[in-house]
C-alpha cells in the first residue's frame, strides 16, 4: 500500500506491508461554516442573550487577545471579521490587540477605518499591574493596564488538540496573549511537573489558565474548531470555560478514531505544515502514535521540523534527564521553556522506540534526543521491522496532530 504522509510543505511517500494496515483517518466538518456570518450571529447573540457584563455596543474601548501562533492561521481569519463587525459600532474609538505575534497582524489583518487600533506585545510592556494569584498554583497574574482597563476585554483563538493543556484556545489564548512572562512562566511549570494528555480537560495547566481568565475578568471569548482540513466546523462564543469546554467535545468528536487493537508499529505525520515547523509541535502527533501502539511497539515519526528541534528545554530536557519523573524533580529548580515537552517524549521512550524521520542532524537525533534518525520513510519502516520480532502490524495516522487513537478498555 502507498501513501502520502505530510512533510513540510510537500509530502513524503512510502510503501508499508505487514500482516494488517490501518490507515487512521479524522473526521471532517460536515458543517463547513463560513466565518463571516458565523461571526455576526455571534455577536448579535451576545447581545440578545446579554450573557456579558459589559455590552459591546456601548464600548468606547475595547481589548482583544489573539493567540496566533497556537491559532494556525484560524485567528488572523477571526480577527479580521471581528474588526470588521466593529465597524457597525457607532460609539468605538479604540480598539488595542494584544498578542505576542504582532507580526501575524501586521501583515494580515486589515484595521477598521475610523478606530484607532493598537498592536500590544505583553511580553514587552512595561505598564503592567499584579491582579492577583490563582488560588490553586499561586501563580502570579500580571497583565498590562490596557487590558485590563477597558470597556470590553474579549480573547480570540482557535481550539486544537494540545499534550499540555488538552487544548489551545479559551483560557490559553488569554494566558499567553494577554499576560507577562512571570505568569506564562509559572504557569509552564505546571505543564513539565504535572500529568497532562491531550483533550483532557482536567490538565493542570489548563486548569490554572481558567483561574487566570477569571481574575482578568474577561467578557467573553470566540473560538472556532476546524476539522484537519482546515474547515470551519464551529464557531462558539460566549464564557470563556464553558465555551471552551464545548469546543473540547466538539473537538474530540472530530478527532476520536476506534481501534479495534493497538498495532505493533504506528507510522505518523503530523499533517505537515505547520504541524512540523519543529519538534515540539510535533509532540502531540508522537503522543497519538504512543496510543495507537503496543507496550514495546515502534513509532515513525514523520515532521520535516524545519525550525530545528524548538525551545532548548526539550533537548536539554531529554538528554540531561533519564525519565519523566527526574524532569518533574527539576523543573522547580532549573525549569526551562521546552521541559514540558521533554517530559512527554520521555513517557514515549520508556515503553516505545522511536524513529524519526526530519530534517534534524542525526547526531543530536541519536545522541542526545535518544531516537533513531532515518533519511526517509521506507528506510524507516524497514528499520521498525528488525525491531519487532514477528511479521508486525501497522498504523498509518497520516494527520496525528488532529488524531486521537482509541481503543477498547
Not at 476506534?258 to 505518523?268: I, R
Not at 524497514?382 to 501497522?394: C, D, G, H, N, Q
Request: glycine letters at 8%.
Amino acid at each position: 500500500m502507498r501513501i502520502d504522509l505530510g512533510y513540510g510543505e510537500g509530502v513524503l511517500s512510502m510503501d508499508v506491508q505487514g500482516q494488517a494496515i490501518h490507515v487512521m483517518m479524522p473526521k471532517a466538518s460536515e458543517s463547513r461554516l463560513s466565518i463571516r456570518p458565523e461571526v455576526i450571529r455571534s455577536f448579535e447573540m451576545l447581545q440578545k442573550v446579554d450573557s456579558t457584563k459589559r455590552s459591546i455596543s456601548r464600548a468606547k474601548n475595547i481589548s482583544i487577545a489573539a493567540d496566533f501562533q497556537r491559532g494556525l492561521g484560524q485567528t488572523e481569519i477571526l480577527l479580521a471579521e471581528v474588526l470588521d463587525y466593529f465597524q457597525t459600532l457607532s460609539i468605538l474609538e479604540r480598539v488595542t490587540i494584544f498578542t505576542r505575534t504582532p507580526d501575524a497582524i501586521l501583515t494580515s489583518v486589515k484595521k477598521p477605518s475610523g478606530v484607532k487600533t493598537n498592536i500590544s506585545n505583553p511580553s514587552g510592556e512595561k505598564a503592567m499591574q499584579l491582579i492577583g494569584e490563582t488560588p490553586s498554583n499561586a501563580t502570579p497574574v500580571h497583565a498590562p493596564s490596557g487590558f485590563i482597563e477597558a470597556d470590553f476585554k474579549m480573547a480570540l483563538g482557535t481550539i486544537r488538540a494540545d499534550p499540555i493543556y488538552g487544548a489551545t484556545g479559551g483560557p490559553v489564548s488569554l494566558l499567553y496573549s494577554a499576560c507577562g512572562n512571570r505568569t506564562t512562566l509559572r504557569n509552564e511549570k505546571l505543564g513539565a511537573t504535572k500529568f497532562s494528555q491531550a483533550f483532557d480537560r482536567n490538565c493542570p495547566a489548563a486548569l490554572d489558565a481558567h483561574e487566570v481568565s477569571a481574575l482578568l475578568d474577561v467578557d467573553c471569548a470566540l473560538n472556532t474548531v476546524t476539522d484537519y482540513q482546515g474547515h470551519l466546523h464551529t464557531l462558539l462564543s460566549g464564557h470563556v470555560a464553558k465555551e471552551w469546554e464545548r469546543g473540547l467535545e466538539s473537538l474530540h468528536d472530530l478527532a476520536a478514531i476506534q481501534m479495534k487493537q493497538k498495532a505493533d508499529v504506528a507510522v505518523v505525520s503530523p499533517g505537515g505544515s505547520p504541524h512540523d515547523f519543529t519538534l515540539a509541535d510535533a509532540v502531540q502527533a508522537l503522543m497519538a502514535g504512543h496510543l495507537a501502539t503496543v507496550h514495546g511497539g515502534v513509532i515513525l515519526l514523520v515532521a520535516e521540523c524545519r525550525d530545528g528541534p524548538g525551545p532548548k528545554g526539550l533537548v536539554e530536557g531529554v538528554s540531561e534527564f533519564e525519565t519523566e519523573d527526574s524532569i518533574k524533580a527539576a523543573v522547580e529548580s532549573s525549569f526551562r521553556r521546552g521541559m514540558g515537552h521533554a517530559r512527554l517524549i520521555h513517557r514515549v521512550l520508556a515503553s516505545r522506540r522511536v524513529v524519526l524521520c526530519s530534517r534534524l542532524r542525526r547526531s543530536l537525533v541519536e545522541e542526545r534526543l535518544r531516537c533513531n534518525a532515518v533519511r526517509d520513510p521506507e528506510e524507516g519502516i524497514e528499520l521498525a521491522k528488525t525491531m519487532i520480532a514477528s511479521r508486525p502490524s501497522f498504523a498509518v495516522i497520516p494527520f496525528g496532530a488532529d488524531s486521537l487513537p482509541e481503543t477498547p478498555p
